[in-house]
């Protein structure tokens, strides 16, 4: 029911911003959970954060806690992951997934998940 695109990603120095957007094809019910994941070369998928769609809660990793906000848009369903700061650490493709019981910082627990979409912060 669910497909996801990601889009936004690039290249950008460090120090600045990146907006990333995830369309979803089919509306999420409200008891589902949006999750932003990024994995690196050699590395595993990590969490990033993810918001409860229904009612709007939060949650992000430590690693980008205050730099990264991630929210939606509901009538034409649309998941985003606002970047600021960005840092070379950064550097992944990142995805956005759907959970459809519970919120998960385990990405191996998403149900649905996107291609991806590279961001690469230069030094």
């Known amino acids: 029911q669910v497909q996801l695109v990601e889009s936004g990603g690039g290249l950008v120095q460090a120090g600045g911003s990146l907006r990333l957007s995830c369309a979803i094809s089919?509306?999420?019910?409200?008891?589902?959970?949006a999750g932003w994941f990024r994995q690196a070369p050699g590395k595993e998928r990590e969490f990033v954060a993810f918001?409860?769609?229904?009612?709007?809660?939060?949650a992000y990793a430590d690693s980008v806690k205050g730099r990264f906000t991630i929210s939606r848009e509901k009538s034409e369903p649309t998941l985003y992951l606002q970047m600021d700061s960005l840092k070379p650490e950064d550097t992944a493709v990142y995805y956005c997934g759907i959970r459809r019981r519970g919120a998960s910082r385990i990405a191996s627990e998403y149900d649905n998940w996107g291609e991806g979409t590279q961001v690469t912060v230069s030094s």
């Open positions: 089919g509306r999420p019910y409200s008891s589902h959970f």
């Open positions: 918001i409860a769609w229904g009612a709007g809660w939060t």
